[in-house]
């Protein structure tokens, strides 16, 4: 039997140690760690490692509910994929979340339906602030695509790509890009 502890940031600038630490201190022998959006369970690779290390008998660790899933359909999966194998889950901070007992099993479904619905409150009031912003006119949302052929007409004329990422307010990857997607036969040397 072995404890074996998952943890995730969703961006690069987290840090995972807190999480690391926590879970080292719960007794887990292995941690799996990914920084990854945990708005969906598909593409993180570690987690689907993690899944298929862990052995009947094993303990499944997260710090938190939401270190694992976003979303109800995604966290029943993961932990219906877990007690299928014999695994019992855990999250740390909300010590009443253990799969072990009926009244925890309650409890995961019960926090989950909370997250979910925060988690969807969120999304509304971010929509609902767009659209306000539109209204207001203060609302740019993404820039509005880029021509290639205005980039081609810039390059010919002798303005350099990085002059002319400056000038479009794109960078000079895009700029690249762009000059090659009007076909060879027409770009300039950049």
Do not use: W
């Not at 509910?65 to 909300?94: C, G, N, P």
Request: contains cysteine; glycine residues 8%.
């Amino acid at each position: 039997m072995a404890t074996i502890g998952y943890a995730r940031v969703s961006s690069t600038g987290q840090s995972l140690e807190v999480q690391v630490d926590q879970l080292r201190a719960a007794g887990c022998t292995k941690i799996f760690e990914e920084k990854i959006s945990g708005t969906s369970q598909h593409g993180r690779t570690q987690l689907a490692l993690a899944l298929d290390y862990v052995r009947d008998g094993d303990d499944f660790l997260v710090t938190r509910l939401d270190r694992l899933a976003r979303s109800m359909t995604d966290l029943r999966e993961i932990v219906d994929r877990l007690i299928a194998k014999r695994v019992e889950f855990k999250a740390i901070q909300q010590g009443a979340i253990d799969t072990s007992s009926s009244g925890g099993r309650l409890m995961l479904n019960m926090l989950a339906a909370v997250a979910e619905f925060e988690n969807d409150l969120k999304r509304e009031r971010q929509r609902e602030g767009i659209e306000k912003a539109k209204a207001a006119g203060r609302y740019l949302g993404r820039p509005a695509s880029i021509d290639a052929a205005e980039v081609q007409r810039l390059l010919k004329s002798g303005i350099g790509a990085t002059r002319v990422a400056k000038e479009l307010g794109i960078g000079r990857a895009t700029v690249y890009r762009l000059s090659r997607s009007v076909g060879p036969e027409q770009s300039a040397p950049l």
